[in-house]
């Protein structure tokens, strides 16, 4: 007993091994190609790999829509030993169809560059701050501080869009002092101002100060936050290779054959039944994808076929199917474990014995069933 469980826990580790492995795809650069020309693998994580042309640092791939239009996924690597670069990519392509590439180079950003990349961010955060601050007796934001902040963050998204870092978890994007300062200006009233005690100014040029001074400090705050964020190793866009319509592996249909035991509920109340049992063979047709889709959808699937046997009333007389006189059925089809599948739905069947003539009967039918796949190839 021992022995079994044991095989039975080792199969069930070495599945999920087998699983949860990426597949490869070579990367050639010089060439704009994966795999050596052959299509892309389907329904699968992948794991890119390839050698980075010579003085580059890091790779960002970007995963499009056919037309080029959506990005998909994108995934950044850096350089490891010998300009070899390995990025894993969760994300599953589909079976027969063809996907849009761009492949971006990065190289190291001198420090004088990194330099002046902050200098000009902060110019650009403090003319956004700027004009998005109005009133004269009071302070007032334009937008509210939540709104201002995804702004601000945006804009540094997009001005840090052609850079790459070095650290895997960087995220360019402003602390919640930010947004706190910022809503503790929003509506500030200006009258008495705030650490002025100069009372030779008239109460205007004591509101224009104020102003001033607290969006100083506001700015002040940014740049600080700015200075942290890139004070580490950055690389820059040096060079881009667009890799159009490439293709997709075709996959099976996943059409299958389902061989099986059912019972069929022929008559009769809960405490007096009358039921049969028998083989059955049928086709199924899945409902969805179960990679791609959604799980329950994937693993279930339209079926219907033929009961092998008649079957007996409560007096002993035989009652086969509705015209062709092999009891057919119709389904859904749902699987439990790998290969063994559970079928419910309806069965047509004749009842002949009557005096009245024959009789169709519509009765409901529960089995187990194996699956065997048909193997057909989609587009061939």
Known sequence: MKKIILTIVGSILWCSLVIGQFTTVNYDATKAWFNEGQVLPAEKDMVFKGILPQGKAGISIFILSSNGKKLLYKANGLKQNSNEFSIPVNYKLRADANYDFRMAFFEVLPGSKQAD??????????????????????????????????????????????????????????????????????????????????????????????????????????????????????????????????????????????????????????????????????????????????????????????????????????????????????????RLFKFLRVNAGITLLEDGNSTQGNKILVRPFLGLSAKIDLNIGLGQ
Do not use: C
């Open 117 to 334: 990349l902050k200098k000009d961010l902060k110019a650009t955060m403090a003319t956004y701050i700027d004009v998005n601050i109005s009133g004269s007796k009071s302070i007032k934001l334009l937008k509210n501080a939540d709104r201002t902040v995804a702004e601000m963050n945006e804009i540094m998204e997009q001005s840090l869009s052609n850079y790459l870092s070095k650290i895997v978890d960087w995220q360019p994007a402003f602390s919640e002092v930010v947004r706190l300062k910022l809503e503790q200006l929003d509506n500030t009233k200006l009258e008495k101002g705030i650490g002025i005690t100069d009372t030779t100014k008239t109460i205007e040029q004591i509101r224009l100060d104020t102003r001033t001074q607290l969006i100083k400090e506001l700015q002040a705050q940014v740049e600080r936050e700015i200075d942290k964020l890139l004070n580490i190793d950055l690389l820059f866009l040096s060079e881009t290779q667009l890799i159009n319509d490439y293709p997709t592996e075709k996959k099976e249909t996943g059409l299958s054959i389902n061989v099986g035991y059912a019972g069929v509920y022929l008559s009769g109340k809960f405490d007096d039944l009358t039921y049969g049992g028998t083989p059955y063979v049928g086709l199924a047709f899945p409902l969805g994808n179960s990679v791609m889709g959604s799980k329950f959808m994937g693993n279930s699937a339209i079926t219907f076929g033929i009961l092998i046997d008649d079957f007996e009333n409560n007096k002993g007389e035989r009652i086969n199917g509705f015209l062709v006189k092999t009891p057919i059925y119709l389904g859904l089809d749902h």
